[in-house]
RNA sequence: GUCCCCUUCGUCUAGUGGCCCAGGACACUGGGUUUUCAUCCCAGCAACAGGGGUUCGACUCCCCUAGGGGACGCCA
């Protein structure tokens, strides 16, 4: 049987530097093997899920030259490959399960699964579902369906023994059946959510080798356990490691640049960068370090990767980068350079905004330094502020941080009047407001329009300015950002 | 809190019972090359979480403890 491997990420957000990881592995592994890696878009949120987060994380991995044989854009005899457009097979799946008794309807109301929940966290146990729907009657069932009652299918699970499965990385795991809830698998609007989508596409998709993130070993019992009901054949799989914030946490975007886009825009290779990630809890058998993607594939060893978290590790990909840089034929890095700055559509924008503000052209590198270029380095007094505190500045930041991860569309008057409109809310004057986001961004006192230098920076190097800053003002607590959590929730409810 | 996973220099890692008083790389420090800087070269710093076993012998196997992480959603 040929070999297999699939990424799916979801559509909910800027592309991920783990969707990356991920599928790098996959795609090598596949293509070693002789095998087709496949794309699908786990696109079942479908209030969180949108087409522009599609394209973008399509584009990314392009970008990393991370292509796959089947995929949503170009088809394959699996297909579709969007959640969206399978609801069909995951209901006829979802009933196949009822009638099997794998699976049963569930009639309780949020308010019950909510005490419910209090209650269990009370006395300090798991909370789960209690099982209540599995005691209806076949007519109670009927009956309350013909009356229209909404309710969610839920996967049963046994609710003695363990659970044992091997992960080819770490060998066999055993989780208590106890521990796993009845995961709801059709939500009340008729929905499939992930563990319904993602087993069933697996099987009928043939996927034979699963390389995934750690972070769903522990979902593992309802995947094996819906592959029992169905009599499927359960893949080989591979948990790899999560990649680390340097306080060795899960790798977050409050903490690090995760967004696939920031490395693009910093002008980092993607060679280099997929060379840097194929380091993450892996090592060449000779121990060499800078390697081409050719290279990987073709010494590949799935049962060498470490299961420990690696840390993403900057300073290094910086080396690697500049390795890769130096490497480059003087004609290559003239055309990559120019294709990097020359991006045509930021070119665009900032030619709008730097046409009015120049007398020669000696003066137009000066002014897009901060746009093309790194911010300069920043100090506290830069980021003061008369009128304003630093418990403000750092709550300016933090809230216009906030702002822009929820903006819908990336223009600059847009963001102008998302920014203002938080400005108002949290009572602050605008001028004040923008001042400490204008030197967190262009590390100066007299900038290009902030709004466009932000549309222009795009979300994720923007972000990490900002982020910067927070961190030369002394960072932000857990305890304050929990503070900052709830304010921010009082705030955008009403 | 419960369950699961993990644990070699600050960081990425090599190491599958003797080749290891632990090797490489990044970072850092010192030196050399260079008109400066960078590159490059050389040197240095620095780790087997702790405690018990098993064994002639343990970084490697087993157990316990500690620490870290993850999961516990009608998110994925």
Redesign the pocket.
Known sequence: MSVRTRV?P?P?GTPHLGTAYIALFNKAYAEQQGGDFILRI?D??AA?SSKQSETDILDALKWLDLSWDEGPDIGGSYGPYRISERLRIYEAHANELIQSGGAFRCF?S?ER?DDL?REQQRR?????YDGHCLALSASEIQRRMDAGE?H?VRLRVPETGDCTFTDQI??E????WQ?I?MQ?LV???GFP??HLCATVDDHLMGITHILRG??????CPKHVLIYDYFGWQFQELFHL??L?NT????MSKRKNPTGINYYRDRGYLPEALLNYLA?????MPD?R?QFSYAQFTENLDLI?I??????F?I??LD?LN??YI?DLSNDEFQTRVVSWAGNSERVEKIVSMLQERTERFDQVLPQVEYLLGDRKPIDKEDLAHTSLSEEDVLKILDFATRTLESASTWRSDEIGVALRQTAEICGYKVRDFVAPLFVALSGRKVALPLFDSIEVLGLELTRARFRSAIEILGGISNKKLKKLDKEWTTLTQT
């Open positions: 799916a979801s909910t786990e079942s949120d969180r309780c949020q699964l929940r300090s146990e798991t909370p789960k909404s969610v770490r060998g795991i055993s989780i208590p521990q809830d709801v939500k009340s609007d959510t992930y750690e972070e769903w070993i522990s979902s490691p999560l680390r306080d060795q946490s899960k380091t993450m809890g892996w090592s121990e370090e060498r470490s299961p420990r978290g690696p840390v590790d300073e290094k080396w500049g390795c130096r």
